[in-house]
């Protein structure tokens, strides 16, 4: 199975689906409220939601869903990635809630190589994020260098790193 891809394997216009999907709970939210320490009522307490805010219960934190997002997308953009460069825009288009079901997928918008480096190239994508029906809830840009082929071929190929076992 593939992990990330080469500079000559984006195409401009390609469209990534990222799989499975991630069924966002209450704990997923508020773990990541408290780790971050992100400690804001709308995402934490059930009775300020309910009683003082629109949506009548607790909103997911945008950032957990723009995390889950960017860690669904590695498989296909970035798991051979040299550096992460920019995130250009980050927009939280809709509100999450518990029990919503996130999906995501990332279009090539533009790669250029590099002017310093021949093994190597940037490739700058936008990665979505929609709900189970379908309402896109999350969108961000990012340009994130990626290895060319040699540049894997020299480092030991596909799995670089990866023993053997150990014969007896």
Not at 37 to 45: A, E, I, R, V
Not at 67 to 78: E, F, K, Q, Y
Not at 84 to 91: G, P, V, Y
Not at 112 to 138: A, F, H, I, L, W
Request: hydrophobic share 30%; with cysteine; glycine share 8%.
């Amino acid at each position: 199975m593939q992990f990330g891809r080469y500079y000559e394997e984006f195409e401009v216009g390609a469209v990534y689906k990222h799989w499975p999907g991630k069924t966002v709970t209450e704990y997923d939210d508020h773990l990541f409220c408290l780790l971050t320490m992100n400690h804001h009522p709308l995402h934490m307490d059930v009775n300020y939601a309910e009683n003082t805010t629109d949506f009548k219960k607790n909103v997911v934190v945008g950032n957990y869903i723009y995390s889950l997002l960017l860690g669904m997308s590695v498989p296909d953009v970035s798991g051979k990635a040299i550096a992460n460069l920019e995130i250009e825009s980050l927009r939280h288009v809709k509100p999450t809630f518990h029990g919503d079901t996130i999906y995501g997928e990332t279009e090539v918008l533009d790669k250029t190589p590099s002017k310093s480096k021949d093994d190597r190239g940037v490739v700058y994508v936008e990665t979505r994020g929609y709900k189970q029906d379908g309402t896109v809830v999350c969108i961000f840009r990012r340009k994130v260098m990626v290895p060319k082929k040699s540049y894997g071929d020299a480092r030991g190929g596909e799995q670089p790193g990866r023993p053997e076992p150990a014969s007896d």
